[in-house]
């Protein structure tokens, strides 16, 4: 197993002007954020990156201004996210010329492959860069698509990834490509995306986890690291119990779409924290506000957070 991807690596957030351009100042401030808080790397241009809504062009500088202000201090896995191979390959070889230390991506999308199919994307893309390639594991974006334990082995037996970003939301699923993992020598390292699940999934065997929720507060997640590392098991339970609090911050967001909801509390936690100056979204995304963002304020109140 590459163990360079491991422990926490958030997926960094895109902040947005009020004029719908990157605020490449603001992402300064969150990278180093996410640093000073203790995590072992950063994600860039995945979900939570807003990446589906960003032009090639800003996608590159991302990546870009990522790998400068890290510094070396921390990996940069860069998110290469298309419909097909050609298209993902392109991405990919940008991304590593610029700096980016691994590259993830998902199945094809929109195209409808099958099983053998992803086997020979994955192949292509891993064939086209010298940097690791993570496969992501995010049904509810590929109209459903779940990538199977027995190719994921697969692949990381044949040295094609190293690893896996799950954010399946299936438990049993990856208690099965844990144990999977595990017969097979662990060729994979295994993030796992569920972010309010991560004491089980650290105590099933995870590698590492990829908390979305890590860009408000970076520090409670490396500490629930660092307690699974030294076997205290009722410290990590504790310290997920109190993250699972704050993030009723998610769930008090009523009537917005699914990345306006969790994004978008996100950056609305991070404005009051001081971390950033706005809580815009990419367009056509609307900001939260009214309700909403009152919503988030009094829980981060009630949970003093602020």
């Known amino acids: 197993m590459d163990t ?9 957030i895109t902040p947005f002007t009020a004029s719908g351009d990157v605020d490449y100042d603001d992402l300064d401030k969150i990278i180093d954020h996410l640093i000073d808080g203790g995590m072992h790397g950063l994600f860039v241009l995945g979900s939570s990156g807003e990446v589906a809504y960003l032009t090639d062009a800003e ?34 070889k940008r991304a590593e010329a610029l700096g980016a230390g691994g590259i993830v991506a998902t199945c094809p999308f929109y195209a409808i492959n099958d099983e053998e199919e992803f086997a020979a994307h994955f192949r292509a893309i891993a064939a086209a860069v010298s940097i690791p390639v993570f496969a992501y594991d995010v049904p509810v974006r590929l109209g459903g698509r779940k990538l199977s334990r027995d190719l994921l082995v697969r692949l990381g037996t044949e040295g094609v990834i190293a690893g ?8 049993v699923g990856f208690r099965r490509l844990v144990a999977a993992n595990k ?76 990345d306006a ?38 829980i981060m109140k009630e949970e003093g957070l602020i």
């Open 4 to 12: 360079r991807f491991t422990g926490v690596i958030p997926p960094v």
């Open 59 to 92: 996608r590159d500088e991302i990546v870009k201004r990522t790998v400068a202000r890290a510094a070396g201090r921390v990996p940069v896995l860069a998110g290469a996210i298309d419909t097909t191979a050609k298209r993902v390959i392109e991405h990919a």
């Open 164 to 171: 896996v970003k799950d954010s399946s939301g299936d438990d």
């Open 183 to 258: 017969k097979a020598g662990h060729p994979l390292a295994l993030l796992s995306g569920h972010e309010l699940m991560v004491d089980g999934m650290l105590l099933l065997g995870a590698d590492g986890f990829v908390p979305g929720y890590g860009n408000v507060e970076p520090r409670p997640y490396r500490e629930m690291w660092d307690a699974s590392r030294e076997g205290d098991w009722v410290r990590v339970r504790d310290i997920q119990d109190k993250i699972a609090a704050d993030f009723e911050t998610v769930f008090a967001v009523k009537g917005r779409s699914g």
């Open 261 to 298: 909801t969790g994004i978008g509390a996100f950056k609305t936690a991070m404005v009051e924290l001081g971390i950033i100056k706005s809580n815009n979204m990419a367009f056509p995304i609307k900001p939260l506000e009214g309700a909403n963002k009152e919503a988030v304020v009094a």
